[in-house]
């Protein structure tokens, strides 16, 4: 289910979010942190503001992803390299420094993509989750 946290990224602009993580089986998407927003910003329902997952996008299965929507709310995404290994240990970061988004995985730099700073939509935010966000596969 996991366990909620506060704390703010209201300026967004610049930011580490960083965590250990291991897969125990192959499967697909599995958030290991994340948050989430209800307002329903531009009509397409409840959003994920900002989330770290291993994936299952075409063409990037089993990689690392970090996405997040930007100050004009589009989401932006960096993948890894290359898919996670079962069983084996990673440290990832996800670094905004104001103007890009950059994803390191063992302190090996990944991939980056332009980023304003992260979206607030305001009072409908969630906290911040760790092992579960909302659109995590159960």
């Known amino acids: 289910t996991g366990t909620s946290l506060n704390g703010d990224f209201d300026n967004g ?16 998407y599995r958030t290991f942190i994340g948050r989430d927003d209800f307002s329903d ?6 959003a994920g503001l900002a989330y770290f997952q291993r994936t299952g996008d075409e063409g990037f299965v089993g990689h690392f992803k970090f996405e997040a ?13 290359a898919p996670m290994v079962v069983g084996q240990l990673y ?3 996800a670094v905004g420094d104001g103007t890009n988004l950059s994803l390191y995985v063992d302190g090996v730099f990944q991939s980056s993509t332009p980023f304003s700073g992260l ?3 305001g009072a409908n935010l969630e ?12």
């Open 119 to 121: 979206f607030d939509s």
């Open 127 to 138: 906290g911040w989750t760790i092992g579960r966000g909302y659109f995590a596969e159960p």
């Open 41 to 46: 910003v531009g009509g397409e329902g409840p």
């Open 13 to 28: 602009t610049t930011f580490t979010i960083e965590t250990f993580v291991r897969a125990d089986v192959p499967d697909l």
């Open 91 to 93: 440290h990832v970061a």
């Open 69 to 81: 929507d930007d100050k004009s709310n589009t989401k932006q995404r960096v993948f890894s390299l």
